[in-house]
């Protein structure tokens, strides 16, 4: 479940409804913190709780794991590997998937951050890396394996490549004494010409300056156009040997879309009613990342809190549509913007303010750990960020499954 199907339950729960939960994950999945479960600073169940946990104190509310292949709208039933299940009022809030532009090659040899699984896979990736560098003979190659390429330069590109980089200087290079960490490069790619884009200039000033100031390179107006085992190309012909590149230049909207009879938009994301309701079906929202919604002459961003407010509205919504009164149409209230960088560094655009450096940091962890779900989660994510902050030891430097060569 995501961040706005979560939301539109915890307003209908209690209320008179059946309300049915479906998602092919038993588990709500706090995707912001992927990265750090990636780059070995958290454990993969202190960002994920079950989702029959929270649904047992949401008075008639159940749940169903199943993969949701499409929508008879005309017939208001959902269609899942596990049956159809009727529906009076529909909230679809299925998220998005990595959008490659077309890339073959990058889709094929590029690591993203979408499912839990993918962080587990990417951290095991990165620390075999390096247990292959320390036997590699070959130094180009050993460098190659030590050689990190990041596309994007939004939240996730700029977290991660902090994140990644700090692994390396402060608990790789004590766990690898063989090897020289300070060849290792992380790479970060943007086809603009700043960082975090939707940010006020001097904030991206300020991480740009921050991230090679951590030895972070980074390569603004660069795009990759092709990718391999062992190398990325750059629209201007160079070539990066490397063995790790991850996406995350962009996202698109999820493959559920695609049986929706709706109009499409950028990303394929489906065009909205003001309301949030489907074109012709006032009974069916789409909300979050899947919804294309315009206000004050620009599309709604692909985020988080931009789900959480769709989903308490369609719950909302629904409550005002059954008590037959007038419901205004949606407007998200923008709270602001933030991103870290590392260890004390971090930037934050909020309440008409910019904030960076150590408060922008304590805002963003203050932030995070309110909105992780469960109380065991926020008290585990915050012992282990205490834990690197004093001693630069990330716990879980665990390889779980073997790579092929």
């Known amino acids: 479940m995501g961040f706005g199907g979560i939301r539109a339950a915890?307003?209908?729960?209690?209320?008179g409804f059946d309300v049915v939960l479906v998602?092919?994950?038993?588990?709500?999945?706090?995707?912001?913190?992927?990265?750090?479960?990636?780059?070995?600073?958290?454990?993969?169940e202190s960002i994920a709780h079950s989702v029959r946990?929270?649904?047992?104190?949401?008075p008639g509310t159940r749940f169903h794991l199943a993969e949701v292949n499409g929508v008879d709208l005309a017939a208001r039933e959902v269609?899942?590997?596990?049956?159809?299940?009727?529906?009076?009022?529909?909230?679809?809030?299925?998220?998005?998937?990595?959008?490659?532009?077309?890339?073959?090659?990058?889709?094929?040899h590029a690591f993203d951050l979408k499912e839990l699984a993918d962080a587990e896979t990417l951290r095991n990736h990165i620390l075999t890396a390096f247990e292959r560098a320390v036997v590699e003979p070959d130094p180009a190659r050993k460098r190659a394996l030590m050689t990190f390429v990041i596309v994007g330069g939004?939240?996730?590109?700029?977290?991660?490549?902090?994140?990644?980089?700090?692994?390396?200087?402060?608990?790789?290079?004590?766990?690898?004494?063989?090897?020289?960490?300070?060849?290792?490069?992380?790479?970060?790619?943007?086809?603009?010409?700043k960082l975090l884009a939707s940010m006020p200039e001097k904030l991206s000033v300020y991480t740009l300056k921050k991230l090679r100031s951590m030895s972070v390179e980074v390569l603004l107006n660069a795009r990759v156009v092709d990718a391999g085992p062992e190398r990325v190309a750059l629209h201007d012909g160079a070539v990066i040997p490397a063995h790790t590149l991850f996406w995350s230049a962009g996202v698109k909207a999820a493959t559920i879309a695609d049986s929706l009879d709706a109009t499409r938009a950028a990303g394929g994301r489906i065009a909205v009613e003001p309301d949030l309701t489907l074109p012709g079906h006032p009974e069916v929202?789409?909300?979050g990342d899947m919804s294309y919604l315009e206000q004050d002459g620009s599309a709604l961003p692909m985020t988080a809190p931009v789900a959480m407010q769709m989903g308490i509205y369609a719950g909302e919504a629904i409550l005002a549509k059954e008590r037959g009164i007038t419901f205004p149409s949606f407007r998200y209230r923008d709270k602001g913007s933030m991103a870290?960088?590392?260890?004390?560094?971090?930037?934050?655009?909020a309440f008409g303010m910019?904030?960076?450096?150590?408060?922008?940091?304590?805002?963003?962890?203050?932030?995070?750990?309110?909105y992780l779900i469960g109380f065991r989660n926020r008290i585990v994510v915050m012992l282990n960020w205490v834990w690197y902050y004093w001693f630069h030891e990330r716990q879980v430097r665990l390889i779980t499954r073997r790579e092929d060569k």
């Open 10 to 15: 915890r307003v209908l729960a209690g209320k």
């Open 354 to 370: 910019d904030f960076r450096g150590y408060p922008a940091w304590l805002i963003w962890l203050l932030l995070h750990l309110y």
């Open 79 to 108: 269609r899942s590997a596990a049956g159809t299940i009727p529906y009076d009022y529909l909230v679809i809030g299925a998220g998005s998937v990595t959008n490659y532009f077309g890339l073959k090659s990058v889709e094929e």
């Open 154 to 193: 939004g939240p996730t590109g700029v977290e991660f490549a902090g994140a990644l980089i700090e692994l390396v200087h402060f608990v790789l290079a004590k766990d690898y004494p063989e090897l020289s960490t300070h060849a290792a490069r992380v790479v970060l790619v943007e086809a603009a010409d």
């Open 340 to 349: 870290t960088i590392g260890r004390n560094a971090a930037v934050a655009s």
């Open 53 to 58: 946990a929270m649904a047992r104190s949401w």
């Open 23 to 44: 998602d092919r994950n038993n588990y709500h999945l706090f995707q912001p913190l992927l990265y750090q479960v990636a780059t070995a600073g958290l454990e993969q």
């Open 285 to 287: 929202f789409v909300i």
